[in-house]
Structure formats: structure tokens, C-alpha cells
């Protein structure tokens, strides 16, 4: 059964589809970059404004959002460590620790589900977690309105986004999702492979790029121009933990959902080190290394995995296929000052 459709008939068609530039956009808040398509939907009913992206930025960047205003969404989803921190698993006020790894939020606004277990169905229902996590912002939706209707100058911001100065959870939800809607990240050597330029990988990445979709396997969940299905397998990853995090089955307490994590994008992985929803791999090496294996062995293993028997020189075309995944820096800089 090939269910790699998406990504197999982008290779097979090449420059068809993969490069054809935007139609469409009026709205100069998006770039989007070769090989990401069109920009991303916004729910009815908070379409992506400059005024709004640009207060969602303050906000995303502001450490009064929380408790003890230590803490910004940035600490843990920092522009110059991928939009991810770098740390197994993340630290929030006080140095609490939580038990899972910061993805990136580079083009999450492509995806349907959020959060490892994909517990929240947009940005703006996710945005309102962290503020509230007591191992992240440990704050509050009533506590973050109070302190930012206190101030002029946020408020003309909000008036600005949304035609009067009251602020809401909600409305800050909302800019913030919008920022985010702006963060894509693509034109990546792979993606200019696709759009037709056969001299954009090196033979080893090409190699790579074979096994991906070929031998090892990979596209069968990593599809789609954000290279994820947006589906929830069981890997094995963490299961052998003692009190192991089942992921899927806490949202939806289906059988078939024990230890399943959502498919992570596999874009900008050299910035996002280390892997998994645990944090528990340091290398793409290592990454391979363990789908080579054939992931870890448990009753509910996804049935798309199994031995690969890769040779050692495979290995190195796959990683060097996922290095070249790595596509144009999304560089923005953290506000040099906040709004009173
Ligand atoms: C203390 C660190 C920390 C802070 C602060 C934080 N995050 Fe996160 N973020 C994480 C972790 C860890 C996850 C994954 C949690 C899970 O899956 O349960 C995550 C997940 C996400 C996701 C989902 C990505 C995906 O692929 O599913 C988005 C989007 C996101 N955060 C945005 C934000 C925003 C917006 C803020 C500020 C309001 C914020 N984060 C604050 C650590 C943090
Ligand atoms: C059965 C579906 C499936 C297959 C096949 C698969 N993956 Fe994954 N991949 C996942 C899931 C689910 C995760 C997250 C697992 C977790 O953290 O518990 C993941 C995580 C990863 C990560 C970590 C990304 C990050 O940001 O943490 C990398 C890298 C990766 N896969 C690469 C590959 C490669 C290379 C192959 C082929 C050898 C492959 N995957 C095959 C589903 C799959």
C-alpha cells in the first residue's frame, strides 16, 4: 500500500506543484518561503492583520505573561535555538521542569493538532496553556488581563488590532496565534529539488532521499510539504520508562492510542536538537540509528516499523537527506522594549 502520496508524486512531478509561486495573497504579513504552498488558514473570525501580528509579537516575547515575569513563550520557543530551547525537556518559573520537549513552532501553523498529544485544535486554544502550565508561565488568563489592562500602552495596541482598547484572553490568544501564523520557514535544498533544480542535493542527499521515501520507510508518516501526516503513532519512544507518558491515549482513551505521539515536521532538525517528544535523542544519528532498529519494541508498536538493515553508508545518506531539510532562518528579534 503506498500512502506516501503526497511527498512521492511531489518527487515524481518535480517543478509541478512544489514551485508554482503564491496566488492570491494580498496580505504582505506573509512570506512564504519555496516549497510551503500557500499561506496558512486563519479561523473565522481572526483573520492575520499587521496591527495584530504585531502585538502578538510583544506578547510572544513578554516575560510579563507570566507569574513572575521570568518567563516569555520565547525562553522556551527561542528564535535563535530553532523556536525550540535546546533542552531535553523545558524549564518554566522557578526552574520547574516539565516532562516533555519544546518543539518548534516554525510553521506550526500548518498543522491541525497541537502539542505532542494534540490536545489543542488551533494556536489560539494552545497559546492559553502555557500561560496557565505551573511548570511553564504559571500564570493566569484573569492575571495576564489585569496586568496588561494596566497599561497605555498595550492597550492602544489593542485597540489598534481590534478597533477598541479592551483586552481579553481571548484577544490575546488571538494575536499571538496571528504572530505565529507569520513564522514559515521552507526553500530548503530539498525544496529546491523539488521545484525542479536536480543539482540542489548532493549525491548522498539524493540517496538519502530514496531511502526516505523507498527502503526505510520514513514518508509513510512523515508526508506532506511539512513532512508530517499529522497523525499519532507509537514509536516506542519513553515506553520503557517507569511510569511511561502515553501521549494520545490521555486525550482520547482509546486503546490504540497508548504511547502514541504526534509526527513531528522533520524541518530545521539541526536547529532542534534534541529529538523526540522526551527529549531523549541528541543526534540525528542516533534518530536513525534507532528506526534502524525498527523503533522500540511494545505490544502497541506502529505496524509501519520494523528492521531496516541499513548499511553504515545508508545512515549517512539518511541524516545528510534530514540535514538538507534545513531551510531559510526565520530571524526575528526579541522587542528592545515593551509597551507600559
Ligand atoms: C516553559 C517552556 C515553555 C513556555 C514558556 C511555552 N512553551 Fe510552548 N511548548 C513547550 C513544550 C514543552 C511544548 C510541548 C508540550 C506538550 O506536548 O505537552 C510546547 C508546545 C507548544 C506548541 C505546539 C507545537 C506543536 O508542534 O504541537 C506551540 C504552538 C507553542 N508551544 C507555543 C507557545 C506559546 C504561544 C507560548 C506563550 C504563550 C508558549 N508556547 C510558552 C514549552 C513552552
Ligand atoms: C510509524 C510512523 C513513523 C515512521 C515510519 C517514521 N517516523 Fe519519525 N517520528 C514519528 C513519530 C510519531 C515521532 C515522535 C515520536 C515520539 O517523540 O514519541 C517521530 C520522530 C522523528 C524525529 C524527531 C523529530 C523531533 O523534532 O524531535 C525524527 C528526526 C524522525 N522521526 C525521523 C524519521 C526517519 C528518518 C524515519 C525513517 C527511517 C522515520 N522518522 C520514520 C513517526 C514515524
Known amino acids: 500500500m503506498i500512502r506516501s502520496s503526497f511527498l512521492l508524486a511531489a518527487v515524481a512531478l518535480a517543478s509541478l506543484g512544489w514551485g508554482r509561486p503564491n496566488q492570491g495573497i ?18 473565522e473570525g481572526n483573520p492575520v492583520s499587521k496591527a495584530k501580528v504585531r502585538l502578538g509579537r510583544l506578547l510572544f516575547f513578554d516575560k510579563r505573561l507570566s507569574r513572575d515575569r521570568t518567563i ?7 528564535p535563535n535555538k530553532g523556536w525550540s530551547d535546546g533542552s531535553s525537556v523545558s524549564a518554566g518559573i522557578g526552574g520547574r521542569k516539565g516532562t516533555r520537549n519544546a518543539p518548534t513552532i516554525l510553521n506550526a501553523a500548518y498543522l491541525d493538532y497541537y502539542f505532542w498529544d494534540g490536545r489543542a485544535e488551533s494556536l489560539e486554544e494552545q497559546s492559553k496553556e502555557p500561560i496557565r502550565n505551573p511548570n511553564e508561565m ?15 500602552g498595550y492597550e ?26 507569520t513564522l514559515i520557514t521552507g526553500n530548503s535544498p530539498v ?3 523539488f521545484a525542479g533544480d536536480a543539482k540542489a542535493l548532493t549525491a548522498s542527499q ?53 504511547g502514541a505521539f504526534k509526527t513531528p515536521t522533520l524541518r530545521n532538525l539541526p536547529d532542534t536538537a534534541p529529538y523526540m517528544h522526551d527529549g531523549s535523542m541528541k543526534t540525528l544519528a542516533e534518530v536513525v540509528d534507532f528506526y ?14 520494523h528492521p531496516l538493515h541499513l548499511t553504515a553508508q545508508e545512515k549517512r545518506d539518511l541524516v545528510a537527506f534530514l540535514r538538507a531539510l534545513e531551510g531559510e532562518k526565520v530571524a526575528i528579534d526579541a522587542p528592545t522594549s515593551f509597551p507600559r
Not at 512570506?31 to 479561523?43: E, Q, R
Not at 494575536?175 to 501564523?181: G, K, L, V
Not at 530514496?210 to 515506553?239: E, I, M, P, Q, Y
Open 26 to 43: 494580498s496580505d504582505d504579513s506573509f512570506h512564504v518561503p519555496l516549497g510551503m504552498g500557500s499561506p496558512p488558514a486563519a479561523p
Open 72 to 78: 516569555s513563550c520565547a525562553t522556551c520557543h527561542d
Open 138 to 152: 504559571g500564570f493566569s488568563a484573569r492575571g495576564v488581563v489585569g496586568r496588561l489592562s494596566s497599561m497605555k
Open 156 to 181: 492602544d495596541l489593542f485597540k489598534a488590532a481590534f478597533g477598541d482598547k479592551a483586552v481579553t484572553a481571548d484577544r490575546v490568544a488571538q494575536a499571538i496565534a496571528s504572530f505565529e501564523r
Open 191 to 193: 525544496d529546491r529539488y
Open 206 to 258: 539524493k540517496a538519502g532521499l530514496d531511502l526516505f521515501l523507498g527502503k526505510a520507510g520514513c514518508a509513510v508518516c512523515h508526508d506532506s510539504r511539512n513532512f508530517t501526516d499529522g497523525d499519532f503513532h507509537n514509536t516506542g519512544v519513553g515506553l520503557s520508562a517507569e511510569n511511561p507518558d502515553l501521549g494520545r491515549y490521555a486525550v482520547t482513551g482509546l486503546a490504540h492510542d497508548r
Open 292 to 305: 534502524d532498529r525498527g523503533g522500540e519494541p511494545n505490544s502497541r508498536l506502529d505496524a509501519d516499523l
